[in-house]
């Protein structure tokens, strides 16, 4: 009777835990939008592949006026339900600010200082973030960035590839942060990649990464191809790479080529 009784315990427990799953699973797919593939001077294309049921990356694509779109990639700490709580917590707060401030620094900061004063509850958590709006008017691309990995950007032209130089810390970590702003001006056919640490940090049984190195490769490959096939292309070398290894963080991209 005792062993029955802990089975049924056991049983409720998880299946309770399978319903937060369910439930984090779904806030964690409503997260991520369908992007378009055209916007004003730009085509788009987006990809998440989560580590585990659900997970802490996600992308949005905003548009703010006939000519202007909001970029974003962000990667809350850890992976499971409280990085996923993080992170809609997030995006959340982002797109309401977003609506009254009109340049990716300060977007950031007010986004920092609502996080660090308002989620006691995710205390020790923190979420690297990257905002940009291209203006497809002037071909700038504007960007401010709180602790994520640097862009890549691949000239369309000779395929020589750079980063995006501007960094501050991830949010939700020191209040009163001020971003640090950055802009480029984009040729046609010169495109961005933003991306997650499971991408680069991607390993294979012997223990080596994927790297930056390879992911900027495949990009300058495959530049002439519209984003969607550019990703695609990521993906498939980062699963042939890892081969049998299991995907240890999740993997999410976001790509944007100037038109």
């Known amino acids: 009777k005792h062993s029955m009784r802990e089975l049924a315990e056991t049983v409720t427990e998880r299946e309770r835990i399978n319903r937060e799953l369910e439930i984090a699973a779904d806030l964690n797919r409503k997260a991520m939008v369908d992007v378009p593939p055209e916007m004003p001077g730009l085509q788009v294309a987006a990809s998440n592949i989560p580590a585990k049921e659900v997970g802490g990356d996600y992308y949005d694509v905003l548009p703010i006026d006939a000519n202007r779109t909001g970029l974003l990639i962000a990667d809350a700490a850890g992976k499971g339900f409280h990085s996923t709580l993080l992170m809609t917590h997030t995006r959340s707060v982002f797109r309401v600010l977003a609506q009254d401030s009109h340049t990716p620094a300060s977007i950031l900061g007010k986004t920092n200082d609502f996080l660090c004063r308002e989620q006691p ?7 690297t973030f990257f905002y940009a709006i291209y203006d497809a008017e002037s071909r700038k691309l504007t960007y401010a960035n709180a602790g994520h ?4 950007l691949i000239s369309g032209s000779d395929g020589s590839t750079r980063s995006l130089a501007a960094q501050n810390l991830p949010l939700s970590i020191l209040e009163n942060q001020r971003y640090e702003e950055g802009s480029v001006a984009l040729d046609r056919g010169d495109i961005v990649l933003l991306y997650t640490d499971g991408v680069i940090e991607a390993s294979n049984t012997a223990r080596d990464m994927f ?3 390879r992911l900027a490769k495949i990009v300058e490959g495959a530049r002439a191809e ?8 990521i993906a498939a070398s980062v699963r042939a790479f890892a081969g049998s290894a299991p995907q240890f963080d999740d993997m999410t991209l976001l790509g944007l080529k100037a038109r």
Do not use: A, R
């Open 149 to 152: 990995h640097l862009p890549l």
């Open 211 to 213: 790297g930056l190195n």
């Open 226 to 233: 519209h984003p969607h096939v550019i990703l695609d292309q």
């Open 121 to 127: 509850g995710l205390k020790g958590l923190f979420i």
